[in-house]
C-alpha cells in the first residue's frame, strides 16, 4: 500500500496557477520600476563627460616654488614632480657620461629648451610603482625607499632595480612661471 501512494505522488505533476503568474509578473514588475527609479541617481555620480574626455590638464604656478624645491601636484590621478633645479643640480645633470647610464638620455631631451631649472616628471618609482623620496641618495635626486631605485637630479636611474628613468608627461610652458601639465605644445 505504502508503494502505491509514493507512486502517485511521484507521477502528479503541478500545473501552474493563475496566483503563481501574478506572482512572478508582480515581481519582474517591481524589479523594473526600482531600477527605473535607482537609475537616474546612480548615474548623477558618474564625472561629468566634458571633464572625461577633456583630461583634465592641469595648470601650475611656478612662481612661489623656491630654487631646490620640489612640488608635487596630480594629473588624471597620477602624482608629478615639479623641481626647480638649482644650477649646482643643473651641471651635475649636463655633466654625466651618458653612455653610463642604465637608460640614456641626455638631461636636455629631458626638460623644455630654454627653461633648464623646471623638471617634471611622474613621481612614481618605474621598478613597483613606489613614491621615491625628493633630495636623496647618492645624487641628491630620489631614492626610493621600497627596494633602492636612486636617480638623479634629471630623473634619471642611476642604481636600484629601476629599469628606465622616471618618465616625462606631457607638458608646455604657457609663460615664463606657468606651465599646463596634460597639454603638449603645438608647433
Avoid at 496566483?19 to 515581481?27: E, K, N, Q, V, Y
Avoid at 548623477?44 to 631646490?68: K, N, Q, R
Avoid at 640614456?104 to 629631458?110: E, F, H, K, N
Amino acid at each position: 500500500m505504502l508503494e502505491s501512494q509514493v507512486a502517485e505522488t511521484t507521477s502528479t505533476v503541478v500545473e501552474p496557477t493563475r496566483r503563481d503568474f501574478l506572482f512572478i509578473a508582480t515581481g519582474a514588475a517591481a524589479a523594473v520600476g526600482a531600477a527605473a527609479v535607482v537609475w537616474p541617481f546612480v548615474r548623477s555620480m558618474a564625472p561629468d563627460a566634458a571633464t572625461v574626455a577633456a583630461g583634465a590638464p592641469v595648470e601650475v604656478d611656478l612662481s612661489p616654488i623656491a630654487e631646490g624645491q620640489i612640488v608635487k601636484v596630480f594629473w588624471r590621478g597620477k602624482l608629478i614632480f615639479i623641481r626647480n633645479r638649482t644650477p649646482a643640480e643643473i651641471k651635475a645633470a649636463e655633466d654625466v657620461d651618458v653612455a653610463t647610464l642604465r637608460d640614456p638620455q641626455p638631461d636636455s631631451a629631458r626638460v623644455k629648451p630654454g627653461h633648464a631649472q623646471w623638471l617634471v616628471v611622474y613621481g612614481n618609482c618605474t621598478h613597483l610603482g613606489c613614491v621615491p623620496l625628493g633630495h636623496q641618495g647618492a645624487y641628491e635626486g630620489w631614492f626610493c625607499p621600497c627596494h633602492g631605485s636612486v636617480f638623479d637630479t634629471s630623473g634619471r636611474v642611476r642604481g636600484g632595480p629601476a629599469p628606465i628613468n622616471l618618465p616625462i608627461p606631457p607638458y608646455t610652458f604657457t609663460s615664463d612661471t606657468k606651465i599646463v601639465i596634460g597639454q603638449e605644445a603645438t608647433a
